[in-house]
């Protein structure tokens, strides 16, 4: 195997689709906070928000290469596939979120707790300790996705602000209702692989109705924002992407009770795909323009 198709191996193994969105809301967060001004320590924490994403999906995969090995939508990556070995990839992951680490400590010690925190709730809250125990893992593990936020802002500033809290609070929220749609389309996977997700376990009606419970609650604690987070958040730069994102994910979640059927359950969790990119790219703009 020479080099070029080596490297891309260990590229796919960190699930670049998973942490690139996690390293944009980090970003985000840095440039909300900042008011669009951009130093050494933005690109630091951006360097230090891949590193720590990619290495704990790194390691995660590791611990769940047997889940993985079992599951249609998993078993073609590199580590069930047998295209990297386990060692070697733990090895890879346990490297990055060193330097995550160092790098988080060098910009300032609020980075650096956030930063432990995040990797410690996702790779051994959420994966090793309740993924495949309790229907709530998502819920115990989804503070690790909001937590790139408030690193981004304490890059910054380690005084953390409301609307910083808020939008880490937001991803938490978005989270269930991102996964469970998604372990709702691929519900024998998950109970093939023994992982009960609460979408996959429960009655498909009642499942959909857990979907319903996590958009409203989604939509209304969005609205948070511009009554909590300062003007930022209430200027139409961005309340009209937040109205309009939050329009199609109602309206999706919607059909999901019409139709009860995989390929809707599929378009409710592409809808939810592109959400907080869309929150944040918009506040983000909408904190350099006022």
């Known amino acids: 195997m020479n080099a070029m198709n080596n490297a891309k191996l260990y590229f796919i193994l960190t699930k670049p689709h998973v942490w690139s969105l996690l390293v944009f809301t980090g970003s985000a967060g840095y440039l909300i906070a900042s008011k669009g001004s951009i130093d050494l320590n933005f690109l630091l924490v951006t360097i230090a928000l891949v590193f720590g994403t990619a290495g704990a999906n790194t390691v995660t995969g590791y611990f769940d290469m047997d889940i993985d090995q079992v599951m249609f939508r998993t078993m073609n990556r590199p ?32 980075t650096f707790v956030l930063m432990a925190a995040g990797l410690f709730n996702n790779i051994i809250m959420y994966s090793v300790w309740t993924k495949r125990k309790t229907p709530w893992n998502i819920i115990i593990g989804a503070p690790s996705g909001g937590m790139p936020t408030l690193i981004g802002f304490a890059a910054y500033n380690p005084v953390l602000t409301i609307d910083a809290w808020l939008l880490f609070l937001l991803v938490i929220i978005w989270t269930p209702l991102h996964i469970w749609s998604l372990a709702l389309r691929y519900r024998d996977d998950y109970l093939r692989a023994g992982v009960p997700m609460l979408t996959s376990i429960l009655p498909i009606d009642k499942a959909i109705k857990v979907l319903g419970i996590s958009t409203l609650a989604l939509i209304g604690f969005s609205f948070l924002l511009p009554v909590y987070g300062g003007p930022i958040y209430q200027s139409p730069i961005f309340l009209i992407p937040l109205a309009i994102v939050n329009i199609a994910t109602l309206y999706y979640t919607i059909l999901t009770f019409k139709r009860i059927d995989i390929d809707t359950v599929w378009r409710l969790f592409k809808i939810t795909s592109p959400y907080l990119t869309i929150v944040y790219l918009f506040a983000a703009i909408s904190s350099v323009l006022l």
Do not use: E, Q
């Open 79 to 110: 580590l069930p596939k047998g295209d990297i070995p386990p060692n070697n990839a733990l090895y890879f992951g346990l490297l990055l979120v060193i330097l995550s680490l160092t790098l988080s400590f060098y910009i300032n010690i609020i």
